[in-house]
Each structure stands twice: as C-alpha cells, then as structure tokens.
C-alpha cells in the first residue's frame, strides 16, 4: 500500500550489531534466505538436558532452568521452522512436556519459585495461587504442540487431548479473558484444527463453536479505537492478525489493520527498530539488557508480520552486505 516504508533491511545494521545471534539467525532466516541450520543451532543454546528451554530465551526473566513459557517460546519458533517430529529438538521438548504437565489440571506452571531467586519483570513472580491468574496460559498451546508432535515421543496425543478437554472448557465457559492467553488458544486451534472431531466428542464443542466464542473475546480485548494506542500495555489488532483473512474473521477491517501499520512506522526508531512500552521497575542493568533483547524481537516479529500480509515496502536496491 502507498504510504508505507517500513522493510526489514532499514533494521539489518542494528541487529547484526546489537540482537542476540537467534534474532539475527531468525532475520537471516526469514529474509534473505540465511540457513535454517543457525536458527536451529541459536536456539539450542537455551535448551536445557531435560529438554525445556530457559536461559532468559524469554527475556523478561533469567532463570536459566527449564520453565513453560521458555518451552512455549521455543515451541513458537520451531513452527516458524516447520520442525518435524524426528529431529531431537523437538522429541526432547516434547518428552519434558509430558513430564511437566499437572495431570490434575491439565495446566503446565506459568510460574516457579525458582524464577523469584533470579533478576525478573514483578508479573513473573511466583506466588502462591499464581496460577489461578495463568489458567491455561500457555498451557492450552503447550497441548497443541503435543498434539501437532504427537509421534516426537510416546504420550505426547493423550497428554495433550488431557489438557484439550479442560480448556476448551474453560474457553466456552468465558465471558472475558487475557489477550495473552487469548493469544494462546488462537495457536491452539490453528494446530489441532484436524483433531478436532476426537476433541467435540471429549467436549461436545464444534471447532466452529469455539473459534466462534474465541474470535468473539478477541475482537473485546482488543482496543480498536487508535486514538487510545500507546497508553500502557495493551492488546492491538496485529497481535491476532496474521494474516488478512484472520482480519476478516475478527472483523478488523483493513482500514483499521493499515492504521496500526502506520502507526508501527511513526513509532519506529531511527535504526528501523522499536522500543517496548513496558518497564520492570526492579533489576536495571538486567532490565537494559532485557530491552535491548526485545527490541530484536520486535523487529524480526513485525517485519515478519508485515511480510505474511503483503506490506512491506517493495525493495528499490538490492540489500546491502553484512558487516564484517
């Protein structure tokens, strides 16, 4: 569309300087054409024996023992690579997922109270009751990857067909919900979509039903009013638009899709990269360091965005070399 600047290239000097080596392995990776062999060998780096991922992978806390929302990171960025059930990255997050989940609830702990010895964001503290607040979490899209892994080890269906029925649940039960875990259980159904005649059997809920109901508390988390946007830490129509059929099926209309474009170019720094809008108010030079990360997440996960939707700037000159 007119009017729109915004490529991944105006970025390529920052990152190769600055982001971590998964965010440039990612960049490298999804736009131009890098080896998906550095993605994969970047992210084992936080990948633990047991087969969780930690090591601030999630950069918002640094305890560098397995937990779910590391795992759930990982688990984001192996789909990106299309991963399979045969490589061992995936069999071995797979098995700690089985081993990880509360049977009982079906949930997979959000927080730990080793996560509180360690620099942190406050709302990755560990309390008791925590995961009252978490519910599912990531947990309903931990299930997901199980079931989309179902033959990367033994169990792996049942334990996710386990949490499936708790969830979906929960979800048809809901009146409202967080964007987060709203986010969690849109993954959720993409994943098992092809599953899900076993799961209305379990639940008595169509597919159709529950991303009816989904698409419903979606479009009510989101603040669609632009005049608001950049007030505090808030849900935007791009965090479930992936692409623009995914507009039309939450009723975002594409005049509102392009307004959060250009608002992502007026906000955009100099180095073609954004800053976060949250603080952690504890721990700054873990904070710095943790803001500087995000800010390579950002990158790669906007442009990425804007490429799935057709809206990047079409090129004018070839990219440049890396640095040296």
């Given amino acids: 569309m007119s009017g729109f600047t915004l490529h991944p290239r105006d970025a390529r000097e920052w990152l190769f300087i600055y982001a971590r080596p998964l965010e440039l392995a990612r960049y490298r990776f999804l736009f131009e054409k890098g080896p998906v062999e550095d993605v994969y060998a ?27 929302i590391g795992s759930w990171t990982a688990a984001r960025i192996l789909l990106e690579l299309d991963a399979t059930c045969d490589m061992l990255t995936v069999q071995h997050l797979v098995r700690y997922l089985i081993e990880t989940q509360d049977r009982a609830t079906g949930m997979w702990a959000t927080t730990i109270p080793e996560m509180n010895d360690y620099p942190r964001a406050p709302w990755w503290t560990w309390s008791e009751g925590a ?25 792996a269906f049942e334990a996710g067909m386990l949490t499936m029925r708790k969830a979906i649940k929960r979800l048809m039960l809901s009146e409202d919900m967080d964007f987060h875990e709203l986010s969690n259980f849109q993954y959720a159904l993409w994943l098992v979509k092809h599953h899900f005649p076993a799961i209305e059997e379990e639940t008595g809920f169509s597919f159709s039903q529950c991303q009816s109901h989904l698409h419903a508390l979606i479009y009510q988390a989101v603040e669609t ?16 638009v992936h692409t623009w059929r995914d507009a039309d099926e939450l009723g975002f209309d594409q005049k509102l899709v392009e307004r959060q474009i250009q608002y992502w170019q007026d906000t955009r720094l100099d180095k073609g990269i954004w800053d976060i809008n949250w603080q952690w108010g504890q721990f700054p030079e873990a904070f710095a360091s943790a803001r500087r990360s995000w800010q390579g997440i950002l990158a790669v996960e906007r442009y990425k965005k804007l490429q799935q939707l057709g809206m990047l700037h079409e090129r004018t000159e070839d990219d440049p070399q890396a640095p040296e």
Wanted: net charge negative.
């Fill in 42 to 68: 970047a992210l084992g780096v936080y990948q633990n024996k047991d087969g969780g991922f930690g090591f601030g992978i999630e950069p918002d806390f640094t305890y560098p023992g397995s937990t779910a």
């Fill in 225 to 240: 009013n632009p005049d608001n946007w950049g007030e505090g830490y808030q849900s935007l129509p791009l965090d479930f």
């Fill in 131 to 155: 995961q009252d607040v978490w519910q599912f979490n990531p947990g309903v899209e931990l299930a997901a990857y199980c079931m989309h892994w179902a033959d990367a080890a033994p169990g």
